[in-house]
């Protein structure tokens, strides 16, 4: 049996979740896909995860013996088939932080191999994973309104003590998702990351479109998510 602290929850579509974990022992990182799903990619679906109440910093158990990996193509070579669900540890108690801290991988620009603010990465040229860890100094981060025609949505700007900045990252964690995206709740949200000298951000990539993989943020943990 092997144990994960999830770490990214974000939905996709209506009826589908897509998460990532990672294993406790050996800090591998996982996106669970299930085999006989309909969805493409093969998500599980909301349904099943709000019935076994599944959440970020959840610690689940998953039998090794269900679990098995397709045909991998960077960049998404977290995904992994697992046949029989999981089951959540609600009595198993962990120190979530130092997971999230022995998978910083410290620079965006180089885990990514990005050299501009550019959000969008050529298939033709794919970094290795897609999914990475950032423990980002709240100093260096800004949460901001975005609107376009689609209306407002609540974006990130990030910049690395090495200058690289990044503008306008969608944020896909459906906790902050399903807030109002007003300046006033922004400005809470901003007034509540500062209360930390850092929080850990969870970036990834898309599938592919339009020949692009698109960055995105997963997930924002904060030590008030404990």
């Not at 929850?9 to 299930?34: F, W």
């Not at 689609?150 to 990030?158: D, E």
């Given at each position: 049996m092997e144990k994960f602290l999830v770490t990214d929850?974000?939905?996709?579509?209506?009826?589908?979740?897509?998460?990532?974990?990672?294993?406790?022992?050996?800090?591998?990182?996982?996106?669970?896909?299930?085999p006989y799903s309909t969805c493409t990619p093969k998500f599980f679906k909301k349904d099943y995860m709000e019935k076994i109440n599944v959440h970020i910093l959840s610690v689940v158990e998953v039998d090794s013996a269900n679990m098995s990996y397709p045909k991998q193509k960077k960049p998404h070579i977290e995904d992994c088939y697992i046949r029989s669900g999981f089951t959540v540890l609600t009595d198993y108690h962990i120190h979530p932080f130092d997971i999230l801290e022995r998978t910083d991988c410290k620079s965006i620009a180089t885990c990514?191999?990005?050299?501009t603010g550019d959000r969008t990465l050529s298939v033709y040229n794919p970094p290795e994973k897609s999914i990475i860890t950032i423990k980002a100094p709240t100093e260096n981060i800004l949460l901001c309104v975005h609107a376009n025609e689609?209306?407002?949505?609540?974006?990130?700007?990030?910049k690395e003590k090495n200058g690289f900045c990044?503008?306008?990252?969608?944020?896909?964690?459906?906790?902050?998702?399903?807030?109002?995206?007003?300046?006033?709740?922004?400005?809470?949200?901003?007034?509540?990351?500062?209360?930390?000298?850092?929080i850990f951000i969870r970036f990834g990539l898309t599938r592919e479109y339009q020949e692009k993989y698109w960055l995105q943020i997963n997930t924002l943990v904060t030590p008030h998510d404990r």
């Open positions: 929850i974000t939905s996709y579509g209506e009826e589908y979740v897509c998460m990532a974990m990672v294993n406790i022992q050996t800090l591998e990182c996982i996106r669970p896909l299930h990514f191999d990005m050299t689609k209306g407002n949505s609540i974006r990130l700007r990030y990044l503008t306008n990252i969608p944020i896909a964690d459906n906790r902050i998702k399903s807030m109002p995206a007003t300046q006033d709740k922004v400005n809470d949200l901003n007034k509540h990351i500062r209360k930390y000298k850092y």
